[in-house]
């Protein structure tokens, strides 16, 4: 029978601590909640277009090329709303009917639903970094929050599979790091494209936000190392599930407050 991982073992939770984790998150849930209605109520009508650029076939040079289209424009105040939305629902969930569960697991030292949200939540916020900058083509979109998602769910693999080794294994880790750096790679080529060129560059709170977030991105990913490491109090899983909670908040509250003052405050 498979031993118990020694890097991450056993959490020893009084219900008392548990309780207070589950007001934490009821509170996390309101505000993200107020935030996201805040940003449907007080953003303007912004919107980002949104292309695709399928080839077709060129009768006079009887080639493939390229034919951008746009698909869509995408209302960016209501998107922005949507990651705050989806982090509340999460929250409430796991302090309402998602409790138990929830309590199940972090006394195994794991929480699966911390990273299904991430997959979402977090997947959205690189998407719309990504289009800050100029990501404007779907394909390129999907690939950015597919990749983004995979490290999240590499995240549960990392927990899950440490419950049955002796020693903490990080090939999920590695592999969940390399997946979530590859949408950075792709933003930051748009961004200094944008600088180079000679036409419009991107607003200046963009600045702010790539190195801002890309930083917040890094931290959970230093979080997950410092439980798995025992590192001081991260010895405790607990702990390490309220930062990351309050990560969580401060990331999403950042940019979404960013992308306002930027490009969503009414003029």
């Known amino acids: 029978m498979p031993k118990r991982s020694t890097s991450v073992a056993a959490v020893v939770a009084p219900e008392k601590q548990l309780g207070g ?6 509170v996390m849930g309101f505000l993200h909640l107020v935030q996201g209605i805040l940003m449907i109520v007080l953003s303007n009508a912004t919107t980002y277009p949104i292309y695709t650029n399928f080839l077709k076939f060129d009768l006079p040079t009887r080639s493939l090329t390229p034919d951008p289209k746009l698909l869509f424009e995408l209302p960016f105040g209501p998107a922005v709303a949507v990651f705050l939305l989806l982090s509340a629902v999460a929250h409430f969930s796991l ?17 699966p639903a911390r990273f299904y949200e991430y997959a979402l939540s977090s997947s959205l916020m690189i998407v719309l970094i990504g289009m800050l900058v100029g990501m404007w083509d779907l394909g390129s979109m ?5 990749l983004n998602a995979m490290m999240n769910l590499f995240g549960v693999m990392m927990e899950l599979h440490n ?4 020693k903490t294994d990080w090939t999920s880790f590695i592999y969940g790091c390399i ?10 080529l748009y961004f200094m494209g944008a600088i180079g060129s000679s036409g419009a560059k991107p607003p200046a709170f963009v600045y702010a936000i790539i190195p801002t977030i890309f930083v917040f991105f890094n931290i959970f990913a230093l979080n997950m190392f410092l439980q798995y490491k025992k590192v001081g109090r991260w010895a405790d ?3 390490g599930e309220r930062i990351y909670i309050v990560l969580s908040l401060a990331a999403k509250t950042v940019l979404a407050w960013l992308i306002f003052a930027g490009t969503l405050a009414p003029v």
């Open 142 to 146: 999907i690939l950015a929050f597919g």
């Open 21 to 26: 984790l589950r007001r934490f998150n009821l």
């Open 237 to 239: 899983y607990l702990f």
């Open 179 to 188: 997946a979530g750096l590859l949408p950075w790679v792709v933003i930051v």
């Open 163 to 166: 419950q049955t080794t002796k």
């Open 95 to 111: 302090a309402t009917f998602g409790y138990r569960w929830y309590a199940k697991n972090l006394v195994r030292g794991m929480n």
